[in-house]
């Protein structure tokens, strides 16, 4: 079956305490990204991929990290992370060029820090 | 940036009811995507759509992309359509409108 998956699905932990969620698809997707979901606000996109080794920068990158080392996984790093990245986070991946290839999400991950 | 606006933000609707939901840009998009997100948060790809029509059981979806709108219609309403509606746009990158919470009431 054609997925994204994402772990884990519900994390709680405390600011400073470093942490990391992985991201995997089985597509052969060149593209993948980040996005965070918070209220009000829609979903908003952290980095993104375009290919093996590319990443960059989306709106809201900061206190965020990611590599692609492999074109299945692209894991999202949180350093250091504070009360405010209290949130939902989804991971997508779509064909290249993402203009005329749908996105596919996974099913996000619930994210509290205290 | 290009700005993506979603109407109604609310709708309740009684089982059975028909309703269609807007969503408005501000420039030329190359595609459109409409999302479910059900109520457990996960995001559920409907239509991929940057032109036309398209239908798929009880919801179809409409874009006009030289009037830079997309309508999502839905007949029949069920208690499982509630949830939040996104519509995305690709300018070159995803931008989200901020969606239209629907709650369908038995």
């Known amino acids: 079956e054609a997925q994204v998956t994402q772990n884990p699905r519900y994390l709680i932990t405390v600011t400073g305490k470093k942490l990391t969620v992985t991201c995997s698809q089985n597509?052969?997707?060149?593209?993948m990204s980040w996005y965070r979901q918070d209220p009000g606000l829609g979903l908003r996109q952290i980095y993104y991929?375009?290919?093996?080794?590319?990443?960059d920068k989306g709106d809201v990158p900061e206190g965020y990290k990611v590599s692609r080392k492999e074109k299945r996984n692209f894991p999202l790093i949180l350093e250091s992370p504070s009360p405010n990245q209290t949130s939902l986070y989804f991971c997508?991946?779509?064909?290249?060029?993402?203009?005329?290839?749908?996105?596919?999400f996974g099913p996000g991950t619930r994210l509290t820090v205290l | 940036g290009i700005q993506v606006e979603q109407s109604p933000p609310d709708l309740i609707l009684q089982e059975g009811a028909n309703s269609t939901l807007r969503c408005n840009f501000s420039?030329?998009?190359?595609?459109l995507q409409w999302f479910h997100q059900n109520p457990w948060g996960q995001l559920i790809n409907l239509f991929y759509?940057?032109?036309g029509t398209k239908q798929n059981g009880r919801l179809s979806a409409t874009t006009v992309a030289t009037e830079r709108y997309s309508l999502l219609y839905i007949s029949s309403s069920q208690t499982t359509d509630s949830g939040v509606y996104f519509c995305?746009?690709?300018?070159?990158?995803?931008?989200f409108g901020a969606g239209t919470q629907v709650v369908v009431t038995p």
């Open positions: 997508a991946s779509s064909g290249f060029p993402i203009s005329y290839n749908e996105q596919f």
């Open positions: 597509m052969n997707h060149e593209y």
């Open positions: 991929s375009m290919n093996v080794e590319v990443t």
């Open positions: 420039d030329s998009v190359n595609n």
């Open positions: 759509i940057p032109s």
């Open positions: 995305a746009v690709d300018w070159g990158k995803l931008q």
